[in-house]
């Protein structure tokens, strides 16, 4: 059982440039979250999903997309990347009813 | 909009030491609030979750309490230990399972 799992740890990106982060779990976890962690700002929720095929804005949704076309999948995409989006990404998943949110390591992106 | 702050924003104490984190939010309409330890290049790990009805909740050597009125919740740790040393954050949460964090507080513990 690995838990939540983050496809890659870290990477380096130029402006304008795309790419997609993977989440996933093995837990069979209905919910699953997208959040970026930035200096004194604490975690803020990008994009959630309540189950397969559904996806919904959280607080900061610009300039990122996301799809959950499988269960245990749930991918972050940048279009053109900014370097307002260096950050550092989180995934996160519960079952539903549950408020145990389980999270992954987290990916270190800098966007130059 | 629901605000969560904080304080302090680091703190170091020596080895045995009792300590408290405080944290406070501005809406009182929560379901719940919910105690994170993040150690460095790692994700969140759950410490300790207090519902809306509930005062306080204890876990070990932690012991967290909720104000919902006044918008306060503090996290004691007894005892500290080297290993405590890490980043805790606090998180409020609302409708459906959408959690709004707090800044965090730095914790170094010396031995």
């Known amino acids: 059982n690995a838990g939540v799992t983050q496809t890659p740890k870290f990477r380096v990106l130029k402006t304008g440039q795309s790419m997609t982060l993977l989440c996933a779990q093995d837990?069979?976890?209905?919910?699953m979250y997208w959040y970026r962690q930035d200096p004194g700002m604490g975690l803020r929720l990008i994009h959630y999903?309540?189950?397969?095929?559904?996806?919904a804005k959280g607080e900061v949704p610009d300039g990122y997309n996301v799809s959950r076309l499988k269960k245990q999948n749930f991918l972050l995409g940048l279009e053109s990347a900014a370097p307002s989006q260096t950050s550092v990404y989180f995934c996160?998943?519960?079952?539903?009813?549950?408020?145990?949110?389980?999270f992954g390591p987290g990916t270190r992106l800098t966007v130059t | 909009k629901q605000e969560v702050t904080q304080i302090p924003a680091a703190l170091s104490v020596p080895e045995g030491e009792n300590l408290v984190l405080n944290c406070s939010f501005t809406?009182?309409?929560?379901?719940?609030l919910q105690w994170f330890r993040q150690d460095p290049g790692k994700g969140l790990t759950s410490l300790l979750l207090i519902q809306s009805s509930q005062r306080e909740q204890t876990s070990g050597r932690l012991n967290a309490s909720l104000d919902k009125s006044s918008g306060r919740s503090t996290l004691y740790i007894a005892a500290s230990q080297p290993g405590d040393s890490a980043t805790y954050l606090c998180a409020v949460r609302r409708a459906t399972n959408k959690l709004i964090f707090g800044t965090g507080t730095l914790l170094a513990v010396q031995p």
């Open positions: 837990m069979n976890h209905e919910y």
């Open positions: 999903s309540v189950g397969e095929g559904t996806t």
């Open positions: 996160a998943s519960n079952l539903a009813g549950s408020y145990e949110q389980y």
């Open positions: 809406d009182s309409a929560i379901y719940n």
